[in-house]
């Protein structure tokens, strides 16, 4: 038999479950030994921590309607595992176990990968990596520093502004965004790929590619703006990305083999711990 018992401990929520669940009571004890929490099925129970956690910054109306549905499913959840658990296999227990032995072993790797394995990595190491494998770090794309100036198709000065942007004489640039430009976007310090730049220029990626082989200054147009990038360095596609855009990767790539051997290490340190203890027993056939 199935015995749902409900912690009344707020008026309002209390009147909501007696409503939904309420088919027993509970003693004193389980009160005292189960504080904090609102429903118990079966010996498996709901916090009211979980309950305040799906309603914050409800109305009363909806909290109610959330928690009402919340613990119905529960409930139900709750029922069907029981029911579920008297047709396991001696199979199915057993996946269960490597299951939950897999999943405690993952979270205490992750465990130690945070708080004990080190992040630091050196420009030697990125550099070593770097150049032993220069076919690893090719560009699939073009990446371009520079600037990217957007002005109505009316704008006056188009022309100063090409010579402008071509020395570049940054203090006129400046000055003339401000008073025309509808958009304007420096970035000579960080690289920029062509996926980016097409989303803030109306302009094919084929075309685009081919422009940048042999031009500096691109120039683009619809029937309202007028989109004028300047290049102050490239990198086409195919050739070997610069060491400082491909960091990031390198580094994440060291600290991948890091975390291997880390754990193989872990994993041997434990095992060796447990022979010298004599915790593990072989048995002769």
């Given at each position: 038999?199935?015995?749902?018992?409900?912690?009344?401990?707020?008026?309002?929520?209390?009147?909501?479950?007696?409503?939904?669940?309420?088919?027993?009571?509970?003693?004193?004890?389980?009160?005292?030994?189960?504080?904090?929490?609102?429903?118990e099925?079966?010996?498996?129970?709901?916090?009211?921590?979980?309950?305040?956690?799906?309603?914050?910054?409800l109305?009363?109306?909806?909290?109610?309607?959330?928690?009402?549905?919340?613990?119905?499913?529960?409930?139900?959840?709750?029922?069907?595992?029981?029911?579920?658990?008297?047709?396991?296999?001696?199979?199915?227990?057993?996946?269960?176990?490597?299951?939950r032995?897999?999943?405690?072993?993952?979270?205490?790797?992750?465990?130690?990968?945070e708080?004990?394995?080190?992040?630091?990595?050196?420009d030697?190491?990125v550099?070593?990596?770097?150049?032993?494998?220069?076919?690893?770090?090719?560009?699939d794309?073009?990446?371009?520093?520079?600037?990217?100036?957007?002005?109505?198709?009316?704008?006056?000065?188009?022309?100063?502004?090409?010579?402008?942007?071509?020395?570049?004489?940054?203090?006129?640039?400046?000055?003339?965004?401000?008073?025309?430009?509808?958009?304007?976007?420096?970035?000579?310090?960080?690289?920029?790929?062509?996926?980016?730049?097409?989303?803030?220029?109306?302009?094919?990626?084929?075309?685009?590619?081919?422009?940048?082989?042999?031009?500096?200054?691109?120039?683009?147009?619809?029937?309202?703006?007028?989109?004028?990038?300047?290049?102050?360095?490239?990198?086409?596609?195919?050739?070997?990305?610069?060491?400082?855009?491909?960091?990031?990767?390198?580094?994440?790539?060291?600290?991948?083999?890091r975390?291997?051997?880390f754990?193989?290490?872990?994993?041997?340190?434990?095992?060796?711990?447990?022979?010298?203890?004599?915790?593990?027993?072989?048995?002769?056939?």
């Amino acid at each position: 038999m199935h015995r749902i018992c409900i912690f009344m401990k707020k008026t309002g929520l209390a009147v909501v479950l007696v409503a939904c669940l309420l088919c027993g009571a509970c003693t004193a004890l389980e009160k005292k030994q189960r504080a904090g929490a609102v429903v118990e099925l079966n010996g498996h129970y709901l916090y009211r921590s979980t309950l305040d956690s799906l309603t914050v910054g409800l109305s009363s109306e909806d909290s109610m309607r959330v928690t009402q549905q919340y613990i119905s499913q529960w409930a139900k959840d709750i029922l069907l595992y029981d029911a579920a658990k008297s047709y396991a296999t001696s199979e199915m227990e057993q996946m269960v176990e490597d299951y939950r032995r897999t999943l405690y072993a993952q979270a205490y790797e992750t465990y130690l990968i945070e708080r004990r394995m080190p992040k630091s990595v050196s420009d030697t190491m990125v550099e070593r990596v770097y150049s032993q494998m220069p076919d690893r770090f090719q560009l699939d794309e073009s990446i371009v520093k520079g600037m990217l100036v957007v002005i109505p198709s009316d704008a006056p000065n188009i022309v100063k502004l090409r010579q402008w942007l071509s020395k570049p004489e940054m203090d006129a640039i400046e000055k003339y965004a401000y008073q025309n430009a509808s958009g304007y976007e420096l970035f000579d310090t960080q690289w920029m790929t062509i996926t980016e730049l097409l989303a803030h220029m109306p302009v094919e990626r084929a075309d685009l590619e081919t422009a940048l082989k042999t031009k500096n200054q691109i120039e683009v147009s619809d029937s309202l703006q007028v989109y004028i990038l300047q290049v102050t360095e490239k990198y086409l596609r195919g050739a070997q990305m610069p060491l400082e855009y491909a960091r990031p990767e390198i580094e994440q790539m060291i600290l991948n083999a890091r975390q291997v051997e880390f754990l193989q290490k872990e994993r041997e340190r434990l095992y060796n711990e447990a022979i010298q203890d004599k915790k593990v027993n072989f048995f002769n056939e």
